[in-house]
């Protein structure tokens, strides 16, 4: 028997026929999550290139010859030294150790920094290497002459990327943390300086192992802090912003407030300080001003040479390091006949009378 069963029109469901499923297309990111992405991936990256320039590995593959041997210095140990340069990069490639030994007796060694090292780190490089080797008999600090000027100073929004790396590797946590919260641009520059140098180094590694030629600056040896630029000598002085006459008082007190920080914080340091202003090209316009401001100032006077033995801005070819350094024994000669209780040292190998022999053909 056969039984039908009907169902009442309002028991069978209604509402439309079910969809098929349909694939669900890629999530695309809404205005505002574009937004985000844009600020956080900036703000990730910066501080990933900052411990990217910081890191031993960009100091061997990114870093420029000045930073490297800037650097060095911070793992030097029980170094005897009997003279101990510092400075700005004018001492770097003005005075050349290795010949100031022969020329006086003194074991010399020199640990000058450029002055984007000291404008960010003041005197972080010499404070570590004397606390961490003996003390030397002389001190000879070395400045270009805008050194001493007020200006030297101060931040101009500038890139000073090489200090802020060596604040990055040996300078305290929170004066570095300061350092990078209240100099946010040059934070941001320095990002960009590491990311920029160390895909440099790689362009050039293809370059080098492609052609087997290397840059100029790949060629450079440093001896002892000191080397010189493979730059031509200099013709001609540029045009440079003159500066106030030297006779005036705030740069003069700010150069001597320069020159009495120095003696008095390194005084029990060493047994003489000296504070020395580098020797400039005589086509320098300020030249004048910056004799009138230092003179009785500097443990030295301004000395103009030709410039002709400047390459590269302030900094001095082979033959005016020669010079320099021969200035810079003389100094150093007549200072511990003064000084009987550091003239303990070697019989110099080069006579002094030597040094007498030295013309410079300076135009009148």
């Known amino acids: ?11 069978i469901p209604h509402g439309p026929p079910l969809a098929e499923a349909q694939p669900r297309g890629p999530r695309r990111l809404s205005p505002v999550g574009y937004c985000l992405l844009l600020v956080l991936l900036p703000l990730l990256a910066i501080p990933a290139l900052i411990a990217l320039g910081r890191s031993d590995f960009f100091l061997h593959h990114g870093a420029s010859v000045w930073v490297q041997a800037n650097d060095k210095v911070f793992d030097t140990r029980q170094r005897q030294c009997d003279v101990l340069i510092y400075g700005d990069s004018t001492a770097m490639t003005g005075i050349d150790p290795d010949r100031v030994e022969e020329q006086t007796g003194f074991r010399t060694c020199n640990i000058a920094v450029t002055n984007a090292v000291l404008a960010v780190t003041g005197n972080l490089t010499l404070d570590h290497f004397l606390a961490n080797n003996p003390k030397p008999k002389v001190l000879l600090i070395q400045l270009s002459p805008d050194g001493f000027q007020p200006e030297s100073s101060v931040w101009k929004h500038t890139v000073y990327a090489e200090g802020m ?76 912003t003159s500066i106030v006459s030297g006779s005036n008082p705030q740069q003069i007190a700010f150069s001597r407030s320069i020159v009495a920080n120095y003696r008095n914080s390194y005084s029990d340091q060493a047994a003489v300080v000296l504070v020395n202003v580098a020797p400039i090209p005589e086509c320098d316009q300020n030249l004048a001003a910056y004799t009138q401001e230092l003179d009785g100032i500097t443990s030295n006077s301004v000395l103009p040479m030709p410039v002709g033995y400047f390459n590269n801005c302030c900094h001095y070819t082979a033959r005016g390091s020669e010079i320099v350094s021969s200035l810079i024994s003389s100094e150093l000669n007549t200072v511990a006949s003064e000084n009987p209780t550091i003239s303990d040292r070697t019989s110099p190998t080069r006579p002094v009378a030597a040094l007498h022999r030295i013309r410079l053909p300076l135009r009148r």
Request: proline letters at 7%; a negative charge; charged letters at 20%.
């Open 1 to 11: 028997m056969d039984i039908a069963i009907d169902l009442a029109p309002e028991l």
């Open 165 to 240: 790396l060596e604040l990055l590797r040996h300078g305290q946590p929170a004066a570095t943390r300061r350092l990078l919260i209240t100099h946010p641009a040059e934070s941001v520059a320095f990002a960009g300086y590491a990311a920029g140098y160390t895909a440099w180094y790689g362009i050039k590694s293809v370059w080098y192992h492609a052609t087997s030629l290397r840059p100029e600056e790949d060629t450079l040896t440093v001896r002892n802090g000191f080397f010189t630029l493979p730059s031509p000598a200099r013709t001609s002085c540029e045009a440079a």
